[in-house]
Nanobody, 115 residues
Framework: QVQLVESGGGLVQPGGSLRLSCAASGSIFRIDAMGWYRQAPGKERELVAV????????NYADSVKGRFTISRDYAKNTVYLEMNSLKPEDTAVYYCNLRGVRGFWGQGTQVTVSS
C-alpha cells in the first residue's frame, strides 16, 4: 500500500514563498514519476509540476514556469515543490501524486495567497 503525506501549505502574501513536501511510503520505485497537482474552487484539478524517475527531467505548467521548482530526494522518497513569487491565482489545494492520474494521491494541502 502506498501512502503520500503532504505538508507545508499555509497562508502567504502575494510575492511570498512556500515549500511543500510529500513523503511517500510503501512500494515506491525510483523509476516512478512524482508530481504536484492543484485544484482551485470551481476548477478542475490541473498538473503543476512532475519529475520523472532517476535521470528523469522536470516539467511544469506554463503558469508556474520560472517561479516553481520541483525536486526529489530518492533516498527519502520525498518530493518537494518550492514556490516563489506566489500570486493570488496560485491559491488552491495542492495534491501530491505518484504514477500519474491513475496512480496514488495525497490528502492535499491548502495554499492561500492573499494580502
Amino acid at each position: 500500500q502506498v501512502q503520500l503525506v503532504e505538508s507545508g501549505g499555509g497562508l502567504v502574501q502575494p510575492g511570498g514563498s512556500l515549500r511543500l513536501s510529500c513523503a511517500a511510503s510503501g512500494s515506491i520505485f525510483r523509476i516512478d514519476a512524482m508530481g504536484w497537482y492543484r485544484q482551485a474552487p470551481g476548477k478542475e484539478r490541473e498538473l503543476v509540476a512532475v519529475i520523472g524517475g532517476i535521470g528523469g527531467r522536470a516539467n511544469y505548467a506554463d503558469s508556474v514556469k520560472g517561479r516553481f521548482t520541483i525536486s526529489r530526494d530518492y533516498a527519502k522518497n520525498t518530493v518537494y515543490l518550492e514556490m516563489n513569487s506566489l500570486k493570488p491565482e496560485d491559491t488552491a489545494v495542492y495534491y501530491c501524486n505518484l504514477r500519474g492520474v491513475r496512480g496514488f494521491w495525497g490528502q492535499g494541502t491548502q495554499v492561500t495567497v492573499s494580502s
